[in-house]
């Protein structure tokens, strides 16, 4: 009987990881969805080959590359597909125990969720989810984007904190903040 | 012996089928000396036969048969070891080239995709950081309303 339970249990917790694995390839062969996803197998041929190793900002890239597993994106202009995306991101986001929530942002419209799974420290994270909605843009009115690997999140922030995006800075400040309590 | 037999054992011995026994039949009935007459033509090429197989060469031809033979024998034993090598390194060459060596096109594959990767961690990494940019917006108007109803 014990036996039988625990076999059960089993079965479902792998079905579960199969099935939250799977669970965004169906937008894959959608018309409307534009969708990428870089294996990390890819990420080792990039690594192997000489791409412009000089330039320090490929070779940041490069370093935050090496530690990834895979990026999966899918973006889609469509109104019906992006409300269908939005309905399987809340049920996974639902069933999966481990994402946690770092940050929702509701800006006219635009709907921006950020979860994450805890990887071996503060700064680092196992997976990177974001799901962007936003009814009133007309190119990307849904963005599905899960990147996994070993991501350093200081690295992803400072990426684009060149870019003059005043909350990179506030950004640092609350991981300062984060690290003293 | 009849002549007859002799006929008989001649054309067979031309034909190469007598026995070895036959042969030396035939060989002492024309070293007899009786030979019958219209076989006498015959009686000078067995003679020669006879001489022939009498002569002997005074000369000892020189094979130094412990040396040729073992040297002839390791060059056949170093050629297949050599071949073998060959064949080794040939294999492991075509599995490192295979191997280690990226094609152009592959590398060409793996351009395109380092800069798709790096537009979406550029585009996650903006989209973190303007989000990050909302929430001070929010705590400002926390400090703004703070200061209000104070």
């Known amino acids: 009987m014990m036996k039988k339970i625990i076999a059960i249990t089993v079965i479902a917790l792998v079905s579960q990881t199969l099935f939250s694995q799977s669970v965004f390839d169906k937008f894959e062969e959608k018309q409307d969805v534009t969708s990428m996803i870089v294996t990390k197998s890819m990420f080792k041929l990039m690594s192997k080959i000489d791409l412009s190793s000089n330039d320090p900002k490929a070779k940041e890239y490069l370093n935050m590359v090496e530690n990834l597993e895979n990026i999966k994106i899918f973006t889609t202009d469509n109104p019906t597909t992006a409300s269908e995306m939005k309905k399987t991101v809340d049920s996974y986001l639902k069933s999966s125990t481990s994402l946690s929530e770092l940050m929702r942002v509701n800006d006219d419209g635009k709907n921006v969720k950020f979860y994450v799974k805890e990887g071996k420290d503060e700064n680092f994270v196992n997976e990177l989810f974001m799901f962007l909605y936003d009814e009133l843009s007309n190119d990307k009115m849904a963005v599905i984007m899960s990147i996994t690997g070993n991501i350093d999140l200081r690295q992803i922030s400072k990426l684009t904190a060149d870019l003059n995006v005043p909350g990179s800075e506030q950004l640092k400040n609350i991981e300062k903040n984060k690290n003293k309590n | 012996m009849d002549s007859k037999k002799i006929e008989q054992l001649l054309d067979a011995y031309f034909e190469g089928t007598t026995s070895i026994a036959e042969e030396k039949l035939l060989q002492e009935y024309f070293k007899s000396g009786e030979v019958a007459p219209h076989l006498e033509v015959y009686q000078d090429m067995f003679a020669f036969f006879a ?58 594959e793996a351009e395109l995709a380092f800069e798709k990767t790096k537009e979406a961690l550029n585009f996650i990494s903006y989209q973190f950081n303007s989000s990050a940019q ?15 109803f104070k």
Request: positive net charge; glycine residues 2%.
């Open chain 2, 51 to 108: 001489t022939a197989k009498s002569e002997k060469t005074s000369m000892t031809p020189e094979i130094s048969e412990t040396n040729n033979q073992p040297f002839y024998k390791s060059l056949r034993k170093w050629v297949a070891v050599a071949a073998l090598l060959v064949v080794a390194l040939g294999v492991t060459f075509f599995i490192n080239n295979n191997s280690n060596k990226i094609s152009t096109a592959e590398q060409r």
């Open chain 2, 134 to 148: 909302n929430l001070t917006v929010v705590k400002e108007f926390g400090k703004s309303t703070n200061k209000i």
